[in-house]
């Protein structure tokens, strides 16, 4: 089974600067997909950047982009620019690509805390 | 833009009893997942739903619940005797055919149990 590891459970920037939320995972598959969700208090889950394994080049969307090291399973995301918008829950979660002729769910890890202080 | 919906947003039930969760997924899309967040803790995968019929289902998906697609539109969650542990925000997810792999998601229920 895949699991998903969030070490940082708060994390604290100052607006307008550059913070990195850390993920790695656990997996024997080669193929699969890595996402971050945002979660403001609201609680309704935002897809932020997705990740597909087999893809070399780091996705980027617009202030957001992600280090993805295949080899040490560490799939980080830098937020840039920190915005007090940004402040929610963040939560990094695995799909296998491998779907076995149904749909595999989200591997969700424990979410990070980001707090930006204005 | 089309969005994921769930009815209703926050339902309070007594120990024992049973609960229907309601969600629309997005029109054109073909798979249908629900989790369940307890406060405080992570999302956690239940179940997943494709062509009418469970495709994966975690340990967490044992007999008190089941899922169900009773028209074009509307996909449920029963929870049968439900228990104080039950309380939790159940979030229901949809995604399209295969190409595109992004799981939308519903703002969830609040579910509390008493």
């Known amino acids: 089974a895949q699991t998903v590891t969030q070490s940082q459970p708060e994390m604290s920037v100052q607006e307008a600067e550059t913070v990195t939320l850390s993920c790695t995972y656990d997996t024997s598959e080669s193929d699969y997909y890595l996402f971050w969700y945002k979660q403001p208090p609201s609680r309704q889950m935002i897809l932020v950047i997705r990740q597909e394994a087999y893809k070399q080049q780091n996705a980027t969307e617009n202030r957001f982009s992600v280090n993805f090291q295949k080899a040490a399973k560490s799939f980080s995301l830098k937020i840039s620019d920190s915005q007090l918008g940004d402040a929610a829950m963040y939560f990094c979660a695995y799909r296998s690509a491998y779907s076995g002729g149904g749909a595999d769910g989200l591997t969700f890890g424990k979410g990070t805390h980001l707090i930006i202080q204005p | 833009e089309p969005e994921v919906t769930q009815t209703p947003s926050h339902q309070v039930t007594q120990m024992g009893q049973e609960v229907i969760l309601r969600c629309v997924p997005i029109?054109?899309?073909?798979?249908f997942y629900w989790y369940r967040q307890i406060l405080g803790q992570k999302v956690e995968f239940l179940v997943s739903f494709y062509n009418n019929e469970i495709s994966e289902k975690s340990e967490i998906f044992d007999d008190q619940f089941s899922v169900e697609r009773p028209d074009g539109s509307n996909f449920t969650l029963k929870i049968r005797s439900t228990k104080l542990e039950d309380s939790a925000m159940y979030f229901c997810?949809?995604?399209?055919?295969?190409?595109?792999?992004?799981?939308?998601f519903g703002p969830g229920t609040r579910l509390t149990v008493l």
């Open positions: 029109s054109n899309h073909l798979y």
């Open positions: 997810a949809s995604r399209y055919e295969t190409g595109d792999n992004e799981q939308f």
